[in-house]
């Protein structure tokens, strides 16, 4: 779907009063818990970030784990597998899921990070790996990055016994939303510059939801819709500052991915990529500009547009639209499994 009128202003947004109430809360909270200092009370934010705990027993068809991948830096994922779908002759796809929370917040094992994946293992199906990555402001730039792509690492040891023998790691995935998804399109740089090391796994997409990108000079999206929800200008401003290392401004190559010091991935393999925007998300135009810098770069890429959303609205089962978006990833990850059995 593609949006041909784009809405005024965010007080035009319509949304349950169970979707609204928590869209609230949850701009409440990152804002009483970011410090004008460029701190986060972690301790208290814990005790509100309600958890799921890992279950073998299957839940809904799916089963999760927590694998740990290095201690040191506490890096370890959470493995949701399905057990509702006939693995008995055919393999399953891997999708590498990085949670949103503007690199600051939230982790796999928050609840709504926990039933999303959850939900895209079953719907999917798939093998989902949520990587908890390194957060913001205790570890800047680019420790998310080196996180995400030490995952990889340890995925493609041959020798990994801890994921099911259907899982096929020569169809994985790279997935995110908002700050996960500028994560995985990072971390898609950097394995497709040292692909040639990877014996097993091989990326064959990229599913980037509602990317959380920026840049010095203002969109026009952004000033339109500065006061929204989740994502003003305000946190965002705050977020990008705690997560740059000292000095960098906001046109930084991981910030700004399309603007003047963007890396250029003309020559690289990069994968495949659906983009999804939402029409009440400040972050509009950065991520269509994110989409037409793919195509100009000779990338394959395909916009899906969401115009009454706004931003992270997926995460909200309630809304039918979250129903619509995972369909349409299924069709994405079918359709990308099926050109690769081609090739």
Known sequence: MSAKNKPSDSHSLVLPWKTRISVSALSAVTDFFRRSDGTVNRHILSLLDLKASPNPNPVKGVKSSDIMVDPSRNLWFRLFVPTDTDTTTTSLPVVIFFHGGGFTFLSPSSFAYDAVCRRFARKLPA?????????????????????GFDVIQFLNRSELKQLPDFADLSKCFLAGDSAGANLAHNVAIRASREGSQFQVVKIIGLISI??????????????????????????????????????????????????????????LEYPETVVFVGGFDPLQDRQRGYYEWLKKSGKQARLIEYPNMMHAFYVFP??????????????????????????
């Open 127 to 147: 093998v989902v790996i949520s990587v908890n990555y390194r957060l913001s402001p205790e570890h800047r730039y680019p420790s998310q990055y080196d996180d």
């Open 210 to 267: 509602q990317p959380f990108f920026g840049g010095e000079e203002r969109t026009d999206s952004e000033i339109r819709l500065r006061k929204s929800p989740i994502v003003s200008l305000e946190r965002t401003d705050w977020l990008w500052k705690v997560f740059l290392p000292q000095g960098s401004d906001k046109d930084h190559e991981a910030v700004n991915v399309s603007g003047p010091k963007a890396v250029d991935i003309s020559g």
């Open 318 to 343: 309630e809304l039918p639209e979250s129903s619509q978006l995972i369909a349409q990833v299924k069709d994405f990850v079918s359709h990308k499994c099926k050109t690769s059995n081609s090739q």
